[in-house]
């Protein structure tokens, strides 16, 4: 059994030690931010559903974007998005803070301007998250993590205390100046970062192809499908304690701004207890009844939150949820991670978050349409109900155990040389490989052969099949295609040491001294332009 990593371990590394101490700063702008934008929005629309809004115009960007942002993460300078994210936002945040002392900002401009951060945030995640794998050793990678989750839940504890206190103060223009001043100390943390990349003389996809090439691998990978079918479950119904935590603390508990901002830091200090038991958590526990748990957390805490009238009482409440959030989240973000390499983490982070923030973005519109018509309490029964229906679904779609693969690349691969002068472009291209499978071995060949086709798949591979010789049938045939030469050296190069046994097996059932024989080929067409074999009369073009 593996040596137990020390929690504090990714701290020995200077540069993730580093960055997570100046995010403390950014993220501790960005929750006063978040405190002022919220209690704004309180003082310049009655409506329940506008307030709750604040919460979904942040969380929408993210899930319209984060493909995007995932692709342009794998495919580009992780450092040069982040900085450019870090940059956007402190633009956008000094504009807020500029209409908010002019004192000209109306509900649908307040909704713009976090609209506009949540772009920044959308860009800035996925490149962030996988730019942990790149700061640390794969081993200590779930510390890092829930380190991440600490530091953002340590400010998370303080920052909305005092965020409400500068809004008290001060008011919500002194409170998004604080989050303008936050990013310089992560901007300049970055400036001095100079990450190692690996150099690929490939030229990078497209866009639209290592969109594609990221929904492939995920629709091909059943843990990530699971994960991200959870983790929206849980963004849907969980959204409603922050999204409606604003109109709790004015109207149920009859408090102002500081109340507000203490409730959030209660939620913020469950977090950190939750952060910090995850490791103990995951050794006693699997990994489908720590998210039970959390899903149960929150339903109670909402049932609790209905119907309390008193602030300290659901100030202590607020513990719960904080704690199951981070305790949920941290393990589905570890899960993704270390269930894909790193040609794609970004990509398969993206449609994560793309899962979880789009939960929560639908679930904070929806959370305050029925507080809006039927009140907030109903509101928090109705999302209790919906979280004990993710405990349910749980028994038909279990979470994936928390396991560490093997996703280094497999290094195997040698570029073949060829008679044709190929481009990189050229294409499209299709593999043959032939095996010699005796009798005995069909039904082994054709379980490890539809692994097979889920792995090729996953990498990149089209129009898999599988044919088999009439006349000799101990041949089997298995075809695929690239759209380029490229593409199939690409394609090979994502083959990981996880999927090594696979391969293994199969040519140990090959018969014959030889290996499997392979053939390389590029389609062209054979129909000359000018062909009027379909002609079946010729036509008269004078009748």
């Not at 935590?245 to 701004?257: E, F, M, N, Y």
Request: charge should be positive.
């Amino acid at each position: 059994m593996p040596d137990r990593v020390s929690p504090l371990a990714p701290f020995s590394h200077q540069t993730f030690r580093t960055v997570w101490f100046a995010s403390i700063s950014s993220n501790l702008g960005g929750l006063i931010q978040a405190v002022g934008a919220a209690w704004m929005m309180t003082s310049i629309s009655n409506s329940q559903d506008m307030v709750a809004l604040v919460q979904s115009s942040t969380t929408l960007p993210i899930m319209l974007f984060s493909l995007i942002s995932g692709a342009l993460a794998d495919n580009y300078n992780r450092r040069g998005i982040m900085l450019t994210a870090q940059i956007f936002m402190l633009v956008v945040s000094s504009l807020l803070t500029l209409c908010a002392y002019l004192d000209v900002l109306t509900p649908w401009s307040l909704l713009t301007f976090t609209f506009l951060i949540g772009c920044g945030v959308a860009l800035n995640n996925p490149s962030w998250q996988a730019s942990v794998g790149d700061m640390v050793p794969r081993e200590v990678l779930p510390a890092a993590v829930t380190l991440n989750s600490v530091g953002f839940n340590i400010t998370r504890s303080v920052g909305p205390a005092i965020g409400g206190a500068i809004v008290a103060g001060a008011g919500a223009a002194a409170a998004f100046a604080a989050n303008s001043i936050s990013y310089f100390a992560l901007i300049y943390a970055l400036a001095r970062w100079r990450p190692q990349y690996v150099k690929t003389k490939l030229p990078r996809e497209t866009m639209m192809r290592a969109i594609s090439a990221g929904i492939g691998y995920v629709a091909m990978s059943p843990n990530i499908l699971n994960v991200m079918f959870r983790s929206c479950i849980f963004g849907l119904s969980t959204s409603i304690i922050l999204a409606l935590l604003p109109i709790v603390a004015r109207d149920l508990v009859s408090g102002g701004p500081l109340t507000y901002g203490i409730m959030l830091g209660a939620f913020g200090v469950g977090a950190i207890g939750g952060a910090f038991a995850n490791a103990g958590l995951r050794e006693r526990f699997s990994s489908e009844t720590i998210v039970r748990i959390s899903f149960c957390g929150f339903a109670i805490s909402a049932v609790v939150t209905a119907f309390s009238t008193n602030a300290w009482v659901t100030t202590a409440v607020m513990l719960i949820p904080g704690a199951c959030w981070v305790m949920a989240l941290s393990l589905f973000n570890v899960t993704v991670q270390m269930s894909t390499p790193r040609w794609v983490v970004g990509r398969a982070l993206s449609l994560y978050q793309t899962a979880v923030f789009g939960g929560m973005a639908g679930g904070s519109w929806m959370w305050g349409l029925v507080a809006e018509d039927h009140g907030a309490p109903v509101a928090f029964l109705c999302s209790a109900a919906v979280m004990v229906l993710g405990i349910v679904i749980g028994f038909r779609m279990r979470l994936p155990q928390f396991e560490s693969l093997n996703l280094d690349p497999l290094g195997t691969f040698n570029e073949p040389s060829l008679r044709l002068d190929l481009k990189a472009r050229s294409g499209p291209i299709v593999l043959l490989i032939d095996y010699t499978i005796g009798e005995k071995d069909v039904a082994e060949f054709l379980e490890l052969m539809s692994q097979r086709r889920r792995i090729r798949i996953r990498d990149g591979a089209r129009q898999w099949t599988l044919m088999r010789d009439l006349e000799n049938p101990d041949i089997w045939t298995e075809t695929y295609h690239t759209a380029t030469w490229a593409d199939y050296v690409r394609h090979n190069q994502r083959r990981t040491q996880a999927d090594a046994d696979v391969w293994k097996r199969i040519r140990e059932l090959h018969v014959g001294e030889v290996g499997p024989r392979v053939h390389r080929m590029i389609e062209r067409q054979a129909i000359p332009p000018r062909d009027d074999i379909f002609h079946k009369a010729p036509i008269d073009l004078q009748h």
